[in-house]
C-alpha cells in the first residue's frame, strides 16, 4: 500500500459527460501529480500541484483541469468526455519541497488508479 | 525533451533465475533521478528502484539491482532469483531533479515480464 488513495476504483459514464476522479495523498506530502495510462499512448503526466498551486503542465487537454485544496487532496475534472479518454488515470504524490526547508526524496508513489470507461 | 526507450517489448525467464532489462534515455540534463516502477496484473504502479544521477554507485534493493551507466545514458535492471510474483509490466522513469518549474516522470513503453515455473 503506497498510502496514495484514489475514488472510485471504476467509473464507467457516456460520450459527452463529466466526471470527477479524487485523490488524496501520502501524509505530509505537498506535490501531488496525475498521469493517463492509454493503450496507444501509453503512461503520460497531466499535471503537477504543489501545495495548492500549479506547478507544471503536460498534455492535458483544455477540456480536463484540476485542482488541489487545502487539505491537500486533488481532483481531476474530466468534460465532454470522448471514447478516447477511456484510460487509467494515477494520481501520484511525493515529498518533493520547493521550499527546500527539508530533505526530501523526490520519489513519487502511486495510487491504485481510476478506471474510466466512456461509452 | 526527455526520452525514455525500452527496446524489449517482452520477456520471460525461468523461475529462480537471473533476467536483465534494457533501459537507455536522453537527456541534456546533469541533474536527474531514474527509477524503476512494475505494474503487474493489478495496473497498479509499484516503485521498484530509484537512482540518483549524481551518484556513481549502483542502486540496489534485494533482488533487485541496476547497471547505471550515466556516459552512456543507459540504466537496465537485474532481477535475481525470479519469482513468480515478479511477473508484470516494468517502466523505467526518469526525472530532473529540483526543478522550480516542478517535476515530471518521463515513462519508457515498458517491458512485460514473464516468470515461468
Known amino acids: 500500500d503506497s498510502g496514495v488513495t484514489q475514488t472510485p476504483k471504476h467509473l464507467i459514464t457516456a460520450t459527452g459527460q463529466r466526471v470527477t476522479l479524487r485523490c488524496s495523498p501520502r501524509?505530509?506530502?505537498?506535490?501531488v501529480y496525475w498521469y493517463q495510462q492509454s493503450l496507444d499512448q501509453g503512461l503520460q503526466f497531466l499535471i503537477q500541484?504543489?501545495?495548492?498551486?500549479?506547478?507544471a503542465k503536460g498534455n492535458i487537454l483544455e477540456r480536463f483541469s484540476a485542482q488541489q485544496f487545502p487539505d491537500l487532496h486533488s481532483e481531476l475534472n474530466l468534460s465532454s468526455l470522448e471514447l478516447g479518454d477511456s484510460a487509467l488515470y494515477f494520481c501520484?504524490?511525493?515529498?518533493?519541497?520547493?521550499?527546500?526547508?527539508?530533505?526530501?526524496?523526490?520519489?513519487?508513489?502511486f495510487g491504485p488508479g481510476t478506471r474510466l470507461t466512456v461509452l | 525533451a526527455q526520452t525514455v526507450t525500452q527496446s524489449q517489448p517482452e520477456m520471460s525467464v525461468q523461475e529462480a533465475e537471473t533476467v536483465t532489462l534494457s533501459c537507455t534515455y536522453d537527456?541534456?540534463?546533469?541533474?536527474?533521478?531514474l527509477f524503476w516502477y512494475k505494474q503487474p496484473p493489478s495496473r497498479q504502479m509499484i516503485l521498484v528502484i530509484r537512482?540518483?544521477?549524481?551518484?556513481?554507485q549502483n542502486a540496489t534493493e534485494n533482488r533487485f539491482s541496476v547497471n547505471f551507466q550515466k556516459a552512456a545514458k543507459s540504466f537496465s535492471l537485474k532481477i535475481s532469483d525470479s519469482q513468480l510474483g515478479d511477473t508484470a509490466m516494468y517502466f523505467c522513469?526518469?526525472?530532473?531533479?529540483?526543478?522550480?518549474?516542478?517535476?515530471?516522470?518521463?515513462f519508457g513503453e515498458g517491458t512485460q515480464l514473464t516468470v515461468n515455473p
Open positions: 501520484a504524490s511525493s515529498d518533493e519541497d520547493f521550499s527546500y526547508d527539508r530533505p526530501s526524496t523526490d520519489t513519487q508513489y
Open positions: 537512482q540518483e544521477a549524481y551518484k556513481q
Open positions: 522513469a526518469f526525472m530532473k531533479r529540483k526543478v522550480t518549474s516542478g517535476s515530471r516522470l518521463t
Open positions: 537527456t541534456s540534463e546533469s541533474n536527474y533521478y
Open positions: 501524509s505530509g506530502d505537498l506535490s
Open positions: 500541484y504543489y501545495n495548492g498551486e500549479e506547478r
